[in-house]
């Protein structure tokens, strides 16, 4: 789904005005750096940015037309001037750089222009940052590099300074709530969707996979267990859990959805009805926050926090949702 530039004034104004005005003005930098966090639309905003330069038919305003060979060859990743670099396993790697710079060495195709955007340039090796920073220093007049990353403070100081930064902020929840509802998304999961990506279709391919949705059953059936004794729930992680929380990431999401659950309990408890996450467990959180005081909560909140952490620097996830559970129940925290 090709985005505009009036979507992405909705959501990005700063990012998009800073745009849209250097292509008006005649006054494209050499080289871009998109950062913010995943979700946010550095990628489509590239893309756009390319599109708007390379398109047959752009209108008065600067819109591309999104249906002359060029915008659809950009869109499809098969245009000849317009090169995008991704990290090749875990990074990318110097040779990628190379012949990246061999491509730019040849005329261009179709026109005098050329652009080039590198996904995820944080993950640049140290022997391809040092190539890409020659081809940096050299600029063709006619070259337009964007580089995107959810990691600024990994980019190599001299190639920051080369180019000009471009900041991607999070994506509004509301009006991502509301674009989920539009598409048909149920009422009782848009917030916790909106909550856990800041992207539609990212959010929308959740709503429709089976994995989330039994996700969401498993995480409160573990919220229940936890209220019985730590038995109970050890019982449960060892034949629930552990099945569909396979891999790391998806162990992330299912303590997100777990911590979702305590900021309900906290938000009931102080009338925030309207923000809950699990709004269909409303009435049945009531009742569970008569017998919690508010310090256990944000103790229970501080819990899982840390068990993300935890899970980040790469803790044993057995042995970490084990000690979660152990910590739940006894509301002390991790040590």
């Known amino acids: 789904m090709a985005v ?199 959010a929308l391919s959740l709503y429709q996979d089976e994995w989330f949705a039994q996700a969401r059953k498993l995480v409160l059936k573990l919220y229940e267990s936890l209220k019985k004794s730590s038995s109970y729930a050890m019982v449960m992680l060892q034949e629930d859990w552990f099945q569909h929380f396979k891999e790391k990431q998806q162990m992330d999401l299912g303590l997100d959805l777990l911590l979702f659950i305590y900021k309900d309990l906290l938000s009931v408890q102080l009338g925030k009805e309207d923000t809950l996450f699990y709004p269909d467990q409303q009435s049945h959180f009531y009742t569970d926050t008569l017998s919690l005081s508010p310090r256990s909560l944000a103790e229970k909140i501080t819990i899982i926090l840390e068990a993300k952490r935890k899970l980040s620097a790469n803790m044993n996830p057995q042995l970490l949702m084990e000690q979660l559970v152990l910590n739940l129940q006894g509301g002390s925290a991790f040590v």
């Open 4 to 202: 505009i530039w009036d979507e992405l004034e909705k959501v990005q104004p700063i990012a998009a005005t800073l745009l849209r005005n250097s292509i008006k003005r005649d006054r494209i930098a050499h080289a871009y750096l998109f950062e913010g966090s995943r979700g946010t639309g550095k990628r489509d905003a590239g893309l756009l940015f390319a599109k708007t330069l390379f398109c047959l038919n752009i209108s008065i305003e600067g819109i591309p037309c999104e249906q002359c060979s060029n915008c659809i060859r950009i869109n499809h990743g098969t245009h000849p001037d317009v090169h995008i670099v991704e990290p090749d396993g875990l990074s990318i790697k110097k040779e990628q750089i190379k012949q990246l710079q061999q491509e730019f060495t040849k005329t261009a195709v179709e026109s005098k222009r050329k652009l080039y955007m590198i996904v995820h340039a944080d993950k640049m090796s140290v022997s391809a940052a040092n190539s890409l920073l020659k081809f940096l220093e050299e600029p063709n007049a006619e070259t337009t590099a964007i580089l995107l990353t959810e990691q600024i403070q990994q980019i190599l100081p001299t190639i920051l300074s080369r180019c000009q930064v471009v900041s991607f902020k999070p994506y509004p929840v509301t009006l991502l709530q509301e674009k989920l509802l539009e598409n048909g998304v149920s009422a009782h999961v848009s917030l916790l969707l909106a909550h856990l990506t800041q992207n539609v279709e990212e």
